[in-house]
């Protein structure tokens, strides 16, 4: 099953690279080198805190658990920069 999530992501200090979050999904952190490995990371901890949530039998996220089936979307706060940057799935 696929959600949409708003996904923020902040540039660090110095030369620290980015942090992804979620309001929506509380336990999301995510940290990369640039901004296309900072998402590539979300995507990865979204997957794994979801399985764990079901494996668990724990509730999703409200926000999670109230959506439909949807096709792939993505929502990004992304800051400013010259890095081009590639979203997989994305035609």
Known sequence: MEYLLH???EKLE???GYIAEAKDFPDLFAHGKSISETIKNAKS???ALIEDYIQ???P???QLAEQK???TNVILDIPTTSE????PGAA
Do not use: A
């Open 84 to 87: 081009s940057v590639e979203i």
């Open 45 to 47: 901890v979204v997957d």
């Open 60 to 62: 999703l996220p409200f």
């Open 69 to 71: 089936r949807l096709d």
């Open 7 to 9: 996904i923020t992501i």
């Open 14 to 16: 110095g030369d620290e």
């Open 56 to 58: 668990e039998g724990d």
